[in-house]
């Protein structure tokens, strides 16, 4: 089974990506949703996160407060990568467990999409990498509209990755999403129909 991975920066459109993906055909794991699952209450990762970080990243119903925990660790790099010792190796399980049902099934092709594919040191689980692409102003601008936030901290966490143009260079394939959603589609099913070709 090939496994492609799947990344970009922050805000890049790396879902709209997977989604187009999906539509033509093809099998994605997803790391943010696997991220959700490993964190969910009852799991072990969730009870370390509470044990480093304080009830203070729960909400009510005992559930992880993402937003709480953002502002924590996107302030600070130790608290960051405290959080990454924990959370890493529990997504790292669930994906292996995915990828294993797929390679079942007898899926030839499989997109592994993670955000933090280079900096996790995660690229050894895949045959090569596709990058999802735009430049820092659209990175920012989409970042501040979509979820909300000040320049300022929407900067912060631009901070905490990987600079897109660093993040290119490793890609055997470069998706540009600066443009119209039926530009990065014609790029993505291009893409799509050269991998089925080989």
Same mark, same amino acid.
């Given at each position: 089974?090939?496994?492609?991975?799947?990344?970009?920066? =922050? #805000?890049?459109?790396?879902?709209?990506v997977a989604r187009? @993906?999906?539509?033509? &055909?093809?099998? !994605? +794991?997803?790391?943010?949703?696997?991220?959700r699952e490993a964190?969910?209450?009852?799991?072990?990762?969730?009870?370390?996160?509470?044990?480093?970080?304080?009830?203070?990243?729960?909400?009510?119903?005992?559930?992880?407060?993402?937003?709480?925990?953002?502002?924590?660790?996107?302030?600070?790099?130790?608290?960051?990568?405290?959080?990454?010792?924990?959370?890493?190796?529990? =997504? #790292?399980?669930?994906?292996?467990?995915?990828?294993?049902? @797929?390679?079942?099934? &007898?899926?030839? !092709? +499989?997109?592994?999409?993670?955000?933090?594919?280079?900096?996790?040191?995660?690229?050894?689980?895949?045959?090569?990498?596709?990058?999802?692409?735009?430049?820092?102003?659209?990175?920012?601008?989409?970042?501040?509209?979509?979820?909300?936030?000040?320049?300022?901290?929407?900067?912060?966490?631009?901070?905490?990755?990987?600079?897109?143009?660093?993040?290119?260079?490793?890609?055997? #394939?470069?998706?540009?999403?600066?443009?119209?959603?039926?530009?990065?589609?014609?790029?993505?099913?291009?893409?799509?129909?050269?991998?089925?070709?080989?």
């Open positions: 089974m090939r496994i492609i991975g799947l990344t970009g920066g =922050i #805000a890049s459109g790396k879902s709209t187009i @993906l999906e539509q033509l &055909g093809a099998s !994605v +794991v997803d790391a943010d949703q696997l991220a964190v969910r209450p009852g799991m072990p990762a969730l009870d370390a996160i509470v044990a480093d970080f304080g009830p203070d990243v729960l909400l009510t119903d005992g559930s992880l407060d993402r937003k709480a925990l953002g502002r924590i660790i996107f302030a600070d790099p130790q608290a960051r990568r405290r959080l990454e010792a924990i959370t890493h190796p529990a =997504i #790292a399980r669930l994906a292996d467990e995915r990828l294993d049902e @797929l390679r079942r099934a &007898g899926k030839e !092709v +499989v997109f592994y999409m993670a955000p933090l594919l280079i900096e996790a040191g995660v690229t050894g689980r895949v045959d090569e990498i596709w990058v999802v692409y735009v430049d820092r102003e659209t990175q920012l601008a989409r970042l501040t509209g979509r979820d909300g936030i000040g320049r300022d901290e929407a900067e912060q966490r631009l901070a905490a990755q990987m600079p897109m143009d660093e993040k290119a260079a490793h890609g055997a #394939a470069v998706i540009d999403n600066r443009g119209t959603p039926e530009e990065t589609e014609r790029q993505v099913a291009a893409l799509w129909k050269k991998l089925a070709g080989q």
